[in-house]
């Protein structure tokens, strides 16, 4: 995108990486090659160096992990009910999706 002119949601890498949640103002600071430090175990490097010679989605994974955690969205619950002969509820579990 830098040498193209191209904006990020035209630019098709662009776009993946918006459609993964990533923020156009990460991408926007990415593009100057700052310092990250990201991951389980942080690592602090350059974007370019740790972008540079990957495949589109090991580097879309990668974007991923520096962009870090996406805001907790509801979990929807499913309730089920066990229903006993007398037409008694006899358990009430939820299961998380």
Do not use: H
Not at 35 to 43: C, D, L
Not at 54 to 83: I, Q
């Amino acid at each position: 995108m830098n040498w193209l002119g191209a904006t990020v949601k035209d630019d098709i890498f662009g776009k993946a990486m918006l459609d993964a949640g990533i923020p156009k103002k990460a991408i926007d600071a990415w593009s100057v090659d700052p310092q990250v430090t990201y991951g389980p175990m942080p690592i602090k490097t350059s974007v370019f160096d740790a972008l540079e010679d990957t495949d589109a989605d090991r580097c879309l994974a990668l974007c991923t992990l520096m962009a870090g955690p996406k805001p907790a969205s509801p979990v929807p619950l499913v309730v089920a009910f066990a229903v006993g002969a007398a037409a008694a509820v006899t358990a009430l579990k939820v299961i998380r999706l």
